[in-house]
């Protein structure tokens, strides 16, 4: 079946620096999502990429849709203690949403 | 902002009892999900529902598991008999675009198997 792969696992960053974590599909993608879910809470969407090779940016944050949309990066600059929490790339395909592992991002302030 | 939302928040019970989690997703999103959360894991696709039937359920949905939309308004997830390796936190979620719009997620039901 489908299988979804993010690195790292974890990112210790100090506040300020910039990060980036990625995102693998075994198969090509309808599209990919990205959640962030806060210690103790829900996955809550931040964004959909659909085209191939789309970047699409949210303030201090840059997403990215590789070309054989197979797979995705999440960058994000100049971090800050909001960023804690744990950042998914899901990818659709079918009926369902295949979720990566997660980055779970620490910030050092 | 319309919510999704699930009773209760936690859910104790002993193993092999029969419990049922339930989802009120947004009124007029027609795709509902279930996923499950095990502590400090990935978010794991349980099974999506779209026109009062599944559309589609992974290997974790087996015939412990069933889900139903009994009133147009709830969406309820019912394990008939549980295991320890149950316990996680479980979300719902709706959109109502299969592929192209955002899961709006529930706050979870954490279920605890004793």
């Known amino acids: 079946g489908q299988q979804v792969m993010q690195i790292p696992q974890y990112q210790h960053v100090q506040e300020g620096e910039d990060f980036t974590t990625y995102c693998n599909s075994s198969t090509t993608l309808s599209n990919i999502q990205w959640y962030k879910q806060r210690p103790g809470g829900h996955p809550v969407f931040l964004i959909q990429l659909v085209k191939s090779g789309e970047v699409k940016k949210q303030k201090r944050l840059t997403f990215q849709f590789g070309e054989a949309k197979k797979n995705s990066s999440l960058h994000i600059t100049a971090t800050q203690t909001t960023d804690v929490g744990t950042y998914f790339c899901?990818?659709?395909?079918?009926?369902?949403?295949?979720f990566g592992g997660g980055t779970r991002v620490l910030v050092k302030p | 902002e319309p919510e999704v939302t699930q009773t209760p928040s936690h859910q104790v019970t002993q193993m092999g009892q029969e419990v049922i989690l339930r989802c009120v997703p947004i009124?007029?999103?027609?795709?509902f999900y279930w996923y499950r959360q095990i502590l400090g894991q990935k978010v794991e696709f349980l099974v999506s529902f779209y026109n009062n039937e599944i559309s589609e359920k992974s290997e974790i949905f087996d015939d412990q598991f069933s889900v139903e939309r009994p009133d147009g308004s709830n969406f309820t997830l019912k394990i008939r008999s549980t295991k320890l390796e149950d316990s996680a936190m479980y979300f719902c979620?709706?959109?109502?675009?299969?592929?192209?719009?955002?899961?709006?997620f529930g706050d979870g039901t954490r279920l605890s198997i004793l």
């Open positions: 899901a990818g659709f395909s079918g009926n369902k949403l295949t």
């Open positions: 009124s007029n999103h027609l795709y």
């Open positions: 979620a709706s959109t109502w675009d299969r592929g192209s719009q955002p899961q709006h």
